[in-house]
């Protein structure tokens, strides 16, 4: 500890309030030993602060590691709310999805039936109608009346 009247012993948050970072930090300084501190009987963390190099001094002498605890915690912290909001989103998409009644596939394929949307399109895209069986038709008026009266 250093005699000078310009360090103070201060709480971790008020040491973060002072510094301008976060708890976490402060924390993090504690656990390397890049900051003074004692362990009070209280059992919480006090840290020794020279006040006069704090606030707009301090920020522009911040050292790198400074930022980086900062850029660090403040990262934690977006990914934190973004695994909220992801585990909101998750939760959303469960319920909705448990609304959603099952579609039924049809039982039987749709019957082609005379003037279908595939004749139609066969004219539109310029092949002409469909051919009708004429062969039947043929058939029926060569044969005789005989033939035709006794099913031959």
Do not use: C
Not at 30 to 58: L, N, P
Not at 90 to 99: G, M, S, W
């Amino acid at each position: 500890m250093s005699d000078d009247q310009s360090v103070e012993r201060l709480s971790v948050v008020e040491a973060a309030e002072a510094l301008g970072v976060t708890r976490d930090a402060i924390h993090k300084r504690i656990r390397r030993g890049s900051i003074e501190h004692e362990q009070g009987d209280d059992g919480r963390f006090y840290v020794y602060v020279d006040t006069s190099t704090t606030g707009t001094e301090k920020s522009t002498d911040m050292s790198v590691d400074d930022r980086t605890d900062i850029l660090i915690a403040e990262l934690q912290d977006r990914v934190r709310s973004l695994e909220e909001a992801n585990r909101e989103n998750r939760r959303i998409i469960a319920a909705l999805t448990q609304r959603i009644p099952a579609i039924e596939a049809p039982l039987e394929p749709p019957s082609e039936t005379p003037g279908s949307p595939e004749s139609v399109t066969d004219e539109q895209q310029g092949r002409g109608p469909i051919p009708e069986d004429t062969s039947s038709r043929q058939e029926a008026t060569e044969r005789s009346w005989w033939q035709r009266w006794f099913g031959g």
